[in-house]
């Protein structure tokens, strides 16, 4: 059977180009970055040229990356890490400010941190998706340290007003963090014109493989690790590199950058023609999220009295791979706390289903994938 693949927010396929250049760092160039003989020194020029190229999309320094396995590690140390400088240097300072719409590797960071004494506030968004300023703005005290607010929510597609909200932040002498895993590659990120000073990103979102992602910060921003060990990525991130996922993410972003016009296009072309032949068929379906400022490739729908589940395992039995709500919480029955959050009641939430397109995609996927839905649902 045909395999048609609607899941590109949950993880996408390793483009041949990038397969094809991390290859070699599996079996023929295995050797230790930080040994000093010639092996391990061309480890380590093949994960300073992908230093590079992650920082070029991002518009940034090569110093101002460092290697993690994830993007939630990549939050993980963002908010811990800042946190834990705070307590490192005695500031007095312990508010951090995020959004009741975030991935659950902040959400749930936040909460260990409230554990451990910290204040967290939890803004709220409008049934967009979208944080008011002013909600922001309010919630700011004189232990305010960092704002953390994701660049584009991984459900519903919702891009923020992300150069509004660092200024926010810096005006108050705040650093500002953002989760851009379902951004980066899918849309420009200047953290430089957006005034980002942390951004965290995933391999595995953007045609790379599993297990490597990266994070961002602004040189002159101190942060503790969390993990113990040895002096990798600047003493910050203890481990022996992955390198071959290091040159795949590379690669990844080098192609990303160059292709982002006509990839964005495609990728818009196949969101909009999904939605209107979604309404044309099913009038009274609910569409989440802005249909202006959402990622190029999501879509969020609920069918009203549809339960997500059962539909997911009949799209599978014709081959379509989608899914009702984020990756990370797929296996939890709860309706997304996103859709919560920007108030869709429940029984509508238990519906819901999130397409999200990608390079390997057509046209005529996206038919086949409405003519099934049709078929499925009215049955």
Same mark, same amino acid.
């Given at each position: 059977?045909?395999?048609?693949?609607? *899941?590109?927010?949950?993880?996408?396929?390793?483009? *041949?180009?990038?397969? $094809?250049?991390?290859?070699?760092?599996?079996?023929?160039?295995?050797?230790?970055?930080?040994?000093?003989?010639?092996?391990?020194?061309?480890?380590?020029?093949?994960?300073?040229?992908? $230093?590079?190229?992650?920082?070029?999309?991002? /518009?940034? *320094?090569?110093?101002?990356?460092?290697?993690?396995?994830?993007?939630?590690?990549?939050?993980?140390?963002?908010?811990?890490?800042?946190?834990?400088?705070?307590?490192?240097?005695?500031?007095?300072?312990?508010?951090?400010?995020?959004?009741?719409?975030?991935?659950? !590797?902040?959400?749930?960071?936040?909460?260990?941190?409230?554990?451990?004494?910290?204040?967290?506030?939890? @803004?709220?968004?409008?049934?967009?998706?979208?944080?008011?300023?002013?909600?922001?703005?309010?919630?700011?005290?004189?232990?305010?340290?960092?704002?953390?607010?994701?660049?584009?929510?991984?459900?519903?597609?919702?891009?923020?007003?992300?150069?509004?909200?660092?200024?926010?932040?810096?005006?108050?002498?705040?650093?500002?963090?953002?989760?851009?895993?379902?951004?980066?590659?899918?849309?420009?990120? *200047? @953290?430089?014109?957006?005034?980002?000073?942390?951004?965290?990103?995933?391999?595995?979102?953007?045609?790379?493989?599993?297990?490597?992602?990266?994070?961002?910060?602004?040189?002159?921003?101190?942060?503790? $690790?969390?993990?113990?060990?040895?002096?990798?990525?600047?003493?910050? $991130?203890?481990?022996?590199?992955?390198?071959?996922? @290091?040159?795949?993410?590379?690669? !990844?972003?080098?192609?990303?950058?160059?292709?982002?016009?006509?990839?964005?296009?495609?990728?818009?072309?196949?969101?909009?023609?999904?939605?209107?032949?979604?309404?044309?068929?099913?009038?009274?379906?609910?569409?989440?999220?802005?249909?202006?400022?959402?990622?190029?490739?999501?879509?969020?729908?609920?069918?009203?009295?549809?339960?997500? =589940?059962?539909?997911?395992?009949?799209?599978?039995?014709?081959?379509?791979?989608?899914?009702?709500?984020?990756?990370?919480?797929?296996?939890?029955?709860?309706?997304?706390?996103?859709?919560?959050?920007?108030?869709?009641?429940?029984?509508?939430?238990? =519906?819901?289903?999130?397409?999200?397109?990608?390079?390997? /995609?057509?046209?005529?996927?996206?038919?086949?994938? @409405?003519?099934?839905?049709?078929?499925?649902?009215?049955?």
């Amino acid at each position: 059977m045909d395999i048609k693949y609607f *899941d590109n927010a949950a993880t996408t396929k390793v483009k *041949d180009e990038v397969f $094809r250049e991390m290859l070699p760092y599996l079996r023929l160039e295995y050797g230790n970055p930080s040994s000093v003989y010639s092996l391990g020194r061309t480890a380590k020029r093949a994960m300073e040229i992908s $230093r590079r190229r992650v920082a070029s999309i991002l /518009n940034c *320094d090569s110093s101002e990356i460092y290697f993690t396995s994830c993007g939630s590690e990549s939050d993980n140390l963002a908010l811990k890490g800042l946190a834990y400088m705070q307590k490192y240097k005695k500031t007095g300072k312990n508010h951090i400010i995020t959004s009741k719409i975030e991935h659950p !590797a902040i959400l749930n960071s936040a909460r260990t941190l409230e554990k451990q004494g910290f204040k967290v506030t939890y @803004v709220p968004v409008d049934n967009k998706g979208f944080i008011s300023l002013n909600s922001i703005e309010n919630a700011i005290t004189n232990e305010t340290f960092l704002i953390s607010i994701m660049f584009a929510n991984n459900e519903i597609g919702t891009i923020q007003k992300i150069e509004e909200i660092s200024s926010i932040a810096h005006k108050n002498n705040i650093i500002f963090h953002t989760d851009a895993v379902q951004a980066v590659g899918n849309v420009p990120i *200047d @953290v430089k014109k957006l005034g980002i000073d942390m951004l965290s990103l995933s391999g595995h979102k953007l045609y790379a493989p599993k297990g490597i992602g990266a994070l961002y910060v602004k040189n002159g921003i101190e942060f503790e $690790r969390f993990l113990d060990g040895g002096s990798q990525e600047k003493g910050k $991130r203890s481990g022996t590199e992955n390198i071959a996922g @290091v040159v795949a993410l590379g690669k !990844a972003c080098e192609i990303a950058q160059k292709n982002l016009p006509q990839y964005m296009e495609k990728l818009k072309t196949f969101r909009d023609y999904f939605f209107s032949k979604i309404q044309e068929k099913f009038p009274d379906v609910v569409i989440n999220g802005s249909l202006e400022n959402r990622l190029p490739g999501n879509c969020n729908i609920c069918f009203k009295n549809i339960e997500s =589940g059962e539909l997911l395992l009949k799209l599978d039995e014709v081959g379509i791979c989608a899914s009702g709500r984020s990756a990370c919480s797929s296996a939890n029955s709860i309706p997304s706390h996103v859709l919560a959050a920007i108030g869709v009641p429940s029984d509508i939430a238990k =519906g819901a289903l999130r397409i999200t397109f990608g390079d390997f /995609n057509t046209i005529e996927d996206v038919d086949f994938l @409405v003519r099934n839905l049709e078929r499925i649902v009215k049955k």
